[in-house]
């Protein structure tokens, strides 16, 4: 199983950044993809989920600012994130199955 997830960088505060994790070596179709992040010096922590079905679920944090959509022909889940804030900043994993992407970096300027 390979996941890699892309579209990381620097942005300001109030910004919007998408993120992108594409999966391969599994049946992508019939899974859950999750995002997670972590920040420095803190615990890895969730983000949002979406299911087979395309229904998500959000942390509070990012509820209402963050959409996760998928697209299963072509094996990949994007992350829409809006309203950024400083406390948005950290690496972003995706998850699927038991396996973990390798992250991309998000930086929020204030």
């Known amino acids: 199983v390979q996941l890699q997830a892309s579209g990381g960088g620097l942005v300001q505060a109030g910004g919007s950044l998408r993120l992108s994790c594409a999966v391969s070596g599994l049946d992508f179709k019939n899974r859950p993809v999750a995002w997670f992040r972590q920040a420095p010096g803190k615990e890895r922590e969730f983000v949002a989920v979406i299911g087979r079905g395309g229904n998500t679920n959000y942390a509070d944090s990012v509820k209402g600012r963050f959409a996760l959509s998928r697209d299963n022909a072509k094996n990949t889940v994007d992350l829409q994130m809006n309203s950024l804030e400083p406390e948005d900043t950290g690496i972003y994993h995706c998850?699927?199955?038991?396996?973990w992407g390798r992250g991309t970096q998000l930086t929020v300027s204030s």
């Open positions: 998850f699927i199955g038991s396996s």
